[in-house]
């Protein structure tokens, strides 16, 4: 039986991976401090005899250390996302995301674990204007955030060089799905829209709406995860990866297609109008990924389209928020 270690398993990505490799026999223990987690996440989990909870920081080297003991693999989810919010505390968001990087890296190191794959960002592509995103170009970062998850991949660089741990960094783009926390000043578009449809209140935008984003569904999230840690293509480590659909969906359209999908359970919510407000500090207007490198690496196929996922993602919430 192999054992995953998956930091941020209480949050919305990292208890959607424990669920998974619970579900396919994985032993699976989860290091999280519940500053964005939540313990409902990971409640089912404790009946799972492979299922083992470290309530802790990754800011402490010791609990780092301590949680990577005898573990074959490390999901590393755990950070302060937001670019608002690293902007809003640079400190805090460096603390979280480039000090408890290195200490995971260095417990991966200290207990021999075999692969490590850490969520990278999107962010990093800065304020390059090349569209798709391909993995080897890459602009100046816009934000403290993407500051952040830049260092990580550098640092993961140099462990894998220098200590010969394999590393896979994938760069989230915009992910969405089940479990995605609606609430809080730092909410992700999505669930946020979701909430205020279902409240019928009118969701704000930031700009005219014309902004675009490759929204990544969970469950390409989690495939993208799962062909990291357990592919055995020599060349296929020690890089890292768009994770994305490869498609992009202004924020008009997501309006749309977050309308249809709700008015199947209350014909209210088309009638609910939108405001536009200021564009936000840091956003990039255009977001889109090339897959050719996960496809071609990693045998990548994204299971779910955004029509898809916002379907399955409603529905979610429609049982879950009300």
Same mark, same amino acid.
């Given at each position: 039986?192999?054992?995953?270690?998956?930091?941020?398993?209480?949050?919305?990505?990292?208890?959607?991976?424990?669920?998974?490799?619970?579900?396919?026999?994985?032993?699976?223990?989860?290091?999280?401090?519940?500053?964005?987690?939540?313990?409902?996440?990971?409640?089912?989990?404790?009946?799972?005899?492979?299922?083992?909870?470290?309530?802790?920081?990754?800011?402490?080297?010791?609990?780092?250390?301590?949680?990577?003991?005898?573990?074959?693999?490390?999901?590393?989810?755990?950070?302060?996302?937001?670019?608002?919010?690293?902007?809003?505390?640079?400190?805090?968001?460096?603390?979280? !995301? %480039?000090? $408890?990087?290195?200490?995971?890296?260095?417990? &991966?190191?200290? #207990?021999?674990?075999?692969? @490590? +794959?850490?969520?990278?960002?999107?962010?990093?592509?800065?304020?390059?204007?090349?569209?798709?995103?391909?993995?080897?170009?890459?602009?100046?970062?816009?934000?403290?955030?993407?500051?952040?998850?830049?260092?990580?991949?550098?640092?993961?660089?140099?462990?894998?060089?220098?200590?010969?741990?394999?590393?896979?960094?994938?760069?989230?783009? !915009? %992910?969405? $799905?089940?479990?995605?926390?609606?609430?809080? &000043?730092?909410? #992700?578009?999505?669930?946020? @829209? +979701?909430?205020?449809?279902?409240?019928?209140?009118?969701?704000?935008?930031?700009?005219?709406?014309?902004?675009?984003?490759?929204?990544?569904?969970?469950?390409?999230?989690?495939?993208?995860?799962?062909?990291?840690?357990?592919?055995?293509?020599?060349?296929?480590?020690?890089?890292?990866?768009?994770?994305?659909?490869?498609?992009?969906?202004?924020?008009?359209?997501?309006?749309?297609?977050?309308?249809?999908?709700?008015?199947?359970?209350?014909?209210?919510?088309?009638?609910?109008?939108?405001?536009?407000?200021?564009?936000?500090?840091?956003?990039?207007?255009?977001?889109?990924?090339?897959?050719?490198?996960?496809?071609?690496?990693?045998?990548?196929?994204?299971?779910?389209?955004?029509?898809?996922?916002?379907?399955?993602?409603?529905?979610?919430?429609?049982?879950?928020?009300?």
């Amino acid at each position: 039986m192999k054992h995953i270690l998956i930091t941020g398993g209480a949050g919305f990505i990292g208890s959607n991976l424990t669920e998974y490799f619970l579900n396919k026999g994985y032993k699976v223990t989860c290091l999280d401090n519940f500053a964005t987690g939540h313990r409902h996440n990971v409640e089912p989990f404790f009946k799972n005899e492979n299922y083992t909870l470290i309530e802790g920081d990754i800011r402490n080297l010791e609990t780092c250390q301590k949680a990577a003991e005898n573990v074959d693999y490390i999901l590393h989810e755990a950070a302060l996302g937001s670019v608002p919010r690293s902007i809003n505390d640079p400190i805090t968001s460096n603390d979280v !995301n %480039v000090s $408890g990087f290195l200490n995971m890296l260095v417990a &991966a190191r200290d #207990a021999g674990v075999k692969r @490590f +794959v850490y969520a990278a960002s999107s962010s990093t592509y800065g304020d390059s204007e090349s569209l798709p995103k391909v993995e080897d170009i890459i602009g100046k970062p816009l934000s403290p955030y993407a500051v952040t998850k830049y260092v990580n991949e550098l640092y993961a660089d140099v462990f894998s060089k220098t200590y010969g741990i394999e590393c896979i960094g994938l760069r989230y783009f !915009n %992910v969405f $799905g089940r479990r995605q926390d609606p609430n809080g &000043a730092y909410a #992700a578009v999505i669930p946020l @829209f +979701v909430k205020q449809f279902m409240n019928h209140e009118s969701p704000k935008i930031n700009g005219t709406g014309d902004y675009s984003r490759d929204f990544t569904y969970i469950d390409n999230v989690i495939q993208m995860n799962e062909l990291a840690m357990l592919t055995e293509i020599s060349e296929a480590v020690n890089t890292v990866y768009n994770t994305a659909v490869g498609d992009r969906t202004t924020l008009n359209d997501l309006i749309k297609y977050l309308k249809k999908y709700l008015s199947d359970f209350d014909a209210e919510i088309a009638k609910v109008e939108v405001i536009h407000g200021p564009n936000r500090v840091g956003d990039i207007p255009h977001s889109l990924a090339s897959i050719e490198k996960a496809k071609s690496l990693l045998g990548y196929q994204p299971s779910h389209t955004i029509d898809k996922g916002i379907k399955e993602a409603v529905s979610w919430y429609w049982e879950n928020l009300k």
